[in-house]
């Protein structure tokens, strides 16, 4: 069965930082790749980070850019997102999302959602001003 769980949420100041955590279970975690998605009250969901754990591409969202990292540790079966600097519009649920990587990758620079097959309960980000 496949498992993703998120930790690492909270309430942080603007300018502060935060690390999540999605650990994953039930497949071969090297053939697949790992996206965060966040989704704030009213707003649709969208499309933060991903990485391709068969070959380590990165992918960001043009509002993270420069800001989140992105890692993965295949040994732990983890994806981490390092968030610094961060505004009180990064304010949201944020979740992992797993899919078995296909056709080389392409396509996940798109960050887009339906892509991806399977997908964690979520991590409250909240940041205040």
Do not use: H
Not at 24 to 29: I, P, R, V
Not at 54 to 68: A, I, L, Q
């Amino acid at each position: 069965e496949v498992q993703l769980v998120e930790s690492g949420g909270g309430l942080v100041q603007a300018g502060g930082s935060l690390r999540l955590s999605c650990a994953a279970s039930g497949f071969t975690f090297d053939d697949y790749a790992i996206g965060w998605f966040r989704q704030a009250p009213g707003k649709e969901r969208e499309g933060v980070s991903c990485i391709t754990n068969s070959d380590g591409s990165t992918y960001y969202g043009d509002s993270v850019k420069g800001r989140f990292t992105i890692s993965s540790d295949n040994a732990k079966n983890t994806v981490y997102l390092q968030m610094n600097s961060l505004k009180p519009e990064d304010t949201a649920v944020y979740y992992c999302a797993a899919d078995l990587i296909k056709n080389a990758g392409l396509g996940y620079a798109t960050l887009y959602d339906f892509l991806f097959d399977y997908w964690g309960q979520g991590t409250q980000v909240t940041v205040s001003s």
